[in-house]
């Protein structure tokens, strides 16, 4: 007997004419997922989306098909022909299934005919459905309010039979909403960004900053890393590795201590801008989140965004550090995160950081600095790779 996993997508289905598009990209990408467990057909039909388990793992394809970002739910189902008989049978073996593995009590039967040539209505498949399970099982009940189990029975072309929905992340098929520059730090905060972003269909590269040797080789592992569990969602990420050790000793040495923090952010957005427009990138994305930490109050936001002209996301911006966390902890990038491995923000860092930046006297200290060749150099030097999860 054919089982199929049946995909759904949300969002997708209110495309109107560019509805074609972000489907053949959602099948594209779970084709792309479960390449790696073997030659699944995956395929599109009734506004859903089919892959044939045939003799397949279900939990490994499940596993991997539920995080792939525009997947809203999947089930397992039976596919049998179209015939009450074999629904029946079939609706009646999976309810012994559900009796068996959860010892369930209760049931109702839910019914959708998409086939109009079918000669039963819904209604009519359901209380056919009902009291053949009635009929022919011990110690169980109908009950349409709060059941143990739903057995959902749909007629197409064939017929599917199902009870468990298995929830996804949502959000868009990735690639299909440009791309964009994530700023990936080390710590908790930007990998949740970056993934939240990319769940809107966002494609995303990566520029993260440290002070080699003034910061280790394993805090930049560290954050390999944490773009390689990315990738997981996302498929292959370039990260762009700059030096900024050069940038923070001439603001050391000619600004005032206290702006070392904002000055450096500035610096930050001006090269990821820069390598953004050269990657065709269309925003920045960063973690910050307002009044964690001294460059992130609406003043020093405001100031590090003048240093820009594209937009920059920030979808952590309103999020509580606890959800922040839970959400790390969901994509399995917490563990790494929390290593105690320095970055290059704990480099000269001043006792006082300013808080509440002006733009104009932060212009003035900048006009003490050669901007563009520090940006130019630390580019020339930057170092890339390219991450993808195994």
């Known amino acids: 007997m054919e089982k199929v996993l049946i995909v759904r997508y949300g969002e997708i289905s209110l495309k109107g004419l560019n509805r074609p598009f972000f489907e053949k990209t959602l099948v594209k990408n779970i084709k792309s997922k479960v390449e790696e467990i073997g030659e699944l057909n995956v395929y599109r039909a009734h506004g859903r989306?089919?892959?044939e388990l045939e003799d397949y793992d279900e939990e490994e394809v499940i596993d991997n098909v539920k995080e792939v970002f525009g997947v809203v739910s999947l089930s397992v189902a039976y596919v049998i022909e179209a015939n009450m008989d074999k629904i029946c049978e079939i609706a009646k073996k999976h309810i012994d299934e559900c009796t068996e593995e959860y010892?369930?009590?209760?049931?109702?039967?839910?019914?959708?005919?998409?086939?109009?040539?079918?000669?039963?209505?819904?209604p009519e498949?359901?209380?056919i459905v009902g009291g053949y399970i009635l009929k022919n099982t011990q110690n169980i009940k109908v009950d349409v309010h709060k059941p143990d189990v739903v057995i959902n029975v749909e007629v197409r072309d064939k017929a599917y039979i199902y009870s468990k929905k298995i929830s996804g992340f949502g959000g868009m098929p990735y690639g299909t909403s440009g791309r964009a520059m994530l700023l990936l730090s080390g710590g908790i905060d930007s990998p949740v960004a970056g993934w939240l972003v990319a769940k809107r269909g966002v494609e995303i590269e990566a520029v993260h900053y440290h002070s080699y040797p003034f910061t280790s080789d394993r805090a930049k592992e560290k954050v390999i890393e944490l773009a390689r569990i990315l990738s997981k969602y996302c498929g292959k990420i370039r990260i762009h590795l700059i030096n900024l050790l050069n940038i923070q000793k001439a603001i050391n040495e000619k600004c005032p201590s206290e702006e070392m923090t904002i000055l450096s952010r500035r610096f930050m957005m001006r090269i990821a801008e820069k390598i953004a427009l050269d990657r065709r990138c269309k925003a920045l994305i960063t973690g910050e989140s307002i009044g964690q930490v001294a460059s992130q109050t609406l003043e020093s936001i405001n100031v590090t965004n003048a240093a820009v002209k594209i937009p920059v996301f920030r979808p952590l911006i309103a999020m509580d550090k606890l959800d922040i966390v839970n959400i790390s902890k969901k994509i399995g990038t917490y563990e790494t995160s929390i290593q105690p491995f320095e970055d290059c923000c704990t480099v000269f860092l001043p006792d006082r950081p300013v808080t509440k930046p002006r733009l104009e006297r932060i212009l003035k200290?900048?006009?003490?600095?050669?901007?563009?060749?520090?940006?130019?150099?630390?580019?020339?030097?930057?170092?890339?790779i390219e991450v993808e999860y195994d």
Do not use: Q
């Open 103 to 122: 010892k369930i009590k209760t049931f109702k039967v839910e019914s959708r005919r998409g086939n109009k040539s079918f000669p039963l209505k819904s």
């Open 365 to 384: 200290s900048e006009n003490l600095l050669d901007v563009e060749k520090l940006i130019s150099e630390a580019v020339a030097n930057m170092e890339i």
């Open 49 to 51: 989306i089919y892959i």
């Open 125 to 127: 498949i359901s209380k």
